[in-house]
Every structure is written in C-alpha cells, then in structure tokens.
C-alpha cells in the first residue's frame, strides 16, 4: 500500500496569517488535502475528491452552480485544472478507470467536486452525509455548502452507518464492501452530523487518520493547549452542525494525536503545513 498526498484546491482568503497563521501577504493560502492510496487488491482509492473538471469549466452554471458565488468570494478559491485529482492521477501515470473506490470525509463543495471525474468507482459515504446533502435544505450554509449538481451523475453509492468495532475509542466502520480491512470510517459528526474521518493502516502498523474537516488548523492537534487562527476558528463556528459535538470530539482526537503519538498520524483537509509535510515526507 502506498499513500499520495493530494492538494486538490486552493483557497486564498482575505487575511493572510489571520487564517493560516504564516502568510505575509493579505491573502491567505488553504488547501484540500486528499489522499491517493494504491492498494494491490482494490486499486486505486481517494479520500475525498477537491475541486473537480466541471467546477473549473463551470463554477457558476445558472441556474444551479456547482460553487456559489457567496462562498467562491468569501474563500477567494481558485480553480486550477492541474490540481484536479483526476490530472494529478494521470500525471502519476493513472486512468481515471484505475480508481475504483472513493471514500468521502462528507459531500461538502470542496470535498466532492471531483466525484463525477470517475464515473466508474463505487463512493463510499455515511448514510446520514447523504440524507442530509441530498435532502431540503434550509439555512444559508445547508444551501451553499452541498451542491448536489457535483454528484447528481454518480451511479454506484455504498452507504455505511455507525457500528462495528471501535478504533482507538471511537467508533468505526469496518469492512468496506471491495475495499481493504486496513481501511475503515471513524463517525466524526460536529462539522455535519454524518461527517467522518477517514484511517488507513500503514505496513509498519502505523495509522494515518484523514479526519476531514473535524479541525482545520495544526495547532489544534499535538498540543495540551488548543490553538487555532481567529479565520478558522470563525469559519468552523460558521460551518458547524453543533458546536458541543464538533469540539468535543476534536478533543478527543487532540488526546488521541499526543497519547498516541508514536502509533497515529492526523491530518485535517485544509492546513497547508500539515499537507506540505505528509507531501515531503516529513513527520508531524
């Protein structure tokens, strides 16, 4: 098994270190973090999708755009056909056919753009993610932030509920339909309520945790004291289902990341530092 990291959009808001913590500049610079895993039994899979082809050909199609404008403005995102996952997978010498199976933290915007860019691999989504996105939706960030036009072509869905035995304290979803047992969903609902994060188990033993938008900044995990940029912590708050689910279990993932520390591996989607270093090989 072998593990790439992908950074499928980027996203340039206004305030610069107040929502990375590190630019000079005036505008921030964030990224979707996606995994390519190559597996000898499974082919390809991706942790969630980015930005896609159509959200770079047609991001504002009237009368049901696949990115709001709202949100492109407020995230300043720019869409770049080279940081589609479907050309960085065919830049590692891939088809598109070749990834059989997506695994998605949740089907927000940035999160499942690329979806209809593999038209053949079977999107493996918690049940709730996909009640809740494909329902009515009321309220200014339920409309902005699924846009079911990104997935409305998807014909092979494998929807998985809460259950199984537990990953490190937290619940888990074992034995994915087609997939390997070293892969398996960990129900993070906060951010939404069928949110989850993503856990892969290394050769070595060693476990990377994909955990989605469950936190956005480095500096909320590995550390006893939570840190995080006044942008993303306003930008959590904004986007969040409920706060008291969302930060207890980022707290618990926080324990997890320092008592586990020489045995789990968490990243978050959108910190650039974090992506940058998985990317070079560096350790968190």
């Known amino acids: 098994m072998r593990i790439h990291h992908l950074n499928c959009g980027t996203d340039c808001p206004l305030g610069g270190a107040l929502f990375d913590g590190r630019s000079h500049g005036p505008l921030g610079h964030l990224v979707c973090h996606c995994l390519l895993i190559e597996t000898e039994a499974s082919g390809l899979v991706l942790v969630d999708t980015g930005y896609g082809l159509r959200d770079v050909a047609h991001p504002h199609r009237r009368p049901d755009p696949r990115i709001t404008l709202p ?31 997506i695994v998605l933290t949740h089907l927000d915007f940035d999160h499942a753009g690329g979806l209809e860019d593999f038209p053949n691999a079977t999107v493996h989504v918690m ?30 869905w494998q929807f998985h509920s809460a259950g199984g035995e537990g990953w490190f304290g ?22 939404t309520w069928g949110h989850a994060g993503v856990a892969i188990r290394q050769p070595g033993g060693r476990w990377l945790l994909h955990a989605g938008d469950a936190y956005f900044y480095r500096g909320e995990m590995r550390e006893a004291r939570r840190r995080c940029t006044p942008g993303l912590r306003a930008y959590q708050r904004l986007m969040e289902v409920d706060a008291r689910a969302r930060l207890a279990n980022q707290a618990r993932l926080r324990d997890l990341s320092i008592a586990r520390r020489d ?17 070079d090989g560096y350790p968190l």
Do not use: K
């Open 71 to 101: 949100w492109r403005a407020m995230l300043n995102i720019r869409l770049r056909e080279s940081e589609t996952a479907i050309r960085q997978i065919e830049a590692l010498g891939h088809r598109a056919g070749d990834v059989r199976h």
């Open 127 to 156: 049940r709730r993610e996909y009640d809740d996105a494909a329902g009515p939706h009321a309220g200014i960030v339920a409309r902005n932030r699924w846009r079911p036009r990104q997935w409305d072509q998807v014909a092979r």
């Open 263 to 279: 045995t789990v591996t968490l990243v978050c989607a959108h910190d650039p530092v974090e992506w940058e270093r998985c990317r």
């Open 170 to 191: 937290f619940g888990a979803v074992r034995d994915l339909p087609g997939l390997p047992p070293e892969i398996l969903l960990v129900p993070l609902p906060g951010h």
